[in-house]
């Protein structure tokens, strides 16, 4: 008895849930739209995330990154985690009880990731300090499904940052039409500024490049890339 009244005010509680920010159709942001979201983008930023949200067409696309994000942008004091939810239990009951998802994720080379990150959040792009934070935190590829919930029978999309030209390629075959017209990763001029002075020693690339993630995810010649990028 205690079981099915769990499930009726579960099931209560989603639909009671705001889905109304950080929404796009065709490039425009929709605002108070009574209609679910049919794709959602749940993964880090600076990834070209907010590029390919706002270019994929004749749908309903979700920027909402995570949890937290998503409930920082709609001002819901924290309902899913003080229920011990998260955004993909959200997602899977849209799935389960509205109409059929779709979730997307990209990733980046860690360390350009990381530089973007900390340019975005307006840190003084000096070489100590992004020293500093290297030495203290290693950027690393993380995916939010396995951060939040590991067990969701959601299948996600993943995306190479690197190959956003080829991401139209890559989406039509989950059925979904992408403008690739993706212009603006990496243009800000803080980033610009942290990637002309960044070097890293070989013993912090080595920690960073010689996670499995990376191993299994770019090539050999990818990651000499990458180490010519940002090493001495």
């Given at each position: 008895m205690s079981i099915f009244k769990y499930e009726f005010n579960l099931n209560e509680f989603f639909s009671s849930l705001p889905y109304d920010r950080e929404v796009y159709t065709n490039g425009d942001e929709l605002f108070r739209s009574p209609d679910y979201p049919t794709i959602f983008y749940i993964g880090k930023g600076k990834t070209g995330s907010t590029a390919l949200v706002k270019n994929i067409k004749n749908a309903k696309v979700a920027h909402w990154h995570s949890t937290a994000y998503y409930e920082y942008v709609h001002s819901t004091k924290n309902a899913l985690a003080k229920r011990n939810l998260t955004v993909y239990d959200f997602v899977e009951w849209i799935n389960e009880?509205?109409?059929?998802?779709?979730?997307?994720?990209?990733?980046?080379?860690?360390?350009?990731?990381?530089?973007?990150?900390?340019?975005?959040?307006?840190?003084?792009?000096?070489?100590?300090?992004?020293?500093?934070?290297?030495?203290?935190?290693?950027?690393?590829?993380?995916?939010?499904?396995?951060?939040?919930?590991?067990?969701?029978?959601?299948?996600?999309?993943?995306?190479?940052?690197?190959?956003?030209e080829n991401w139209d390629n890559i989406l039509a075959e989950h059925g979904i039409e992408f403008n690739n017209t993706i212009t603006n990763i990496n243009k800000s001029s803080a980033y610009k500024t942290a990637v002309d002075r960044i070097c890293l020693p070989k013993w912090?690339?080595?920690?960073?490049?010689?996670?499995k993630k990376v191993q299994e995810l770019y090539t050999?010649?990818?990651?000499?890339?990458?180490?010519?990028?940002w090493s001495y």
């Open positions: 009880n509205i109409h059929p998802v779709k979730v997307i994720e990209a990733y980046r080379d860690p360390v350009a990731q990381y530089l973007s990150a900390l340019a975005h959040w307006g840190v003084n792009p000096e070489y100590e300090l992004y020293q500093k934070m290297l030495d203290v935190r290693y950027p690393k590829i993380t995916f939010q499904k396995e951060l939040e919930k590991p067990s969701s029978p959601l299948d996600v999309i993943y995306l190479k940052t690197e190959n956003s912090q690339l080595d920690i960073i490049y010689n996670d050999k010649e990818e990651i000499e890339q990458f180490y010519e990028k």
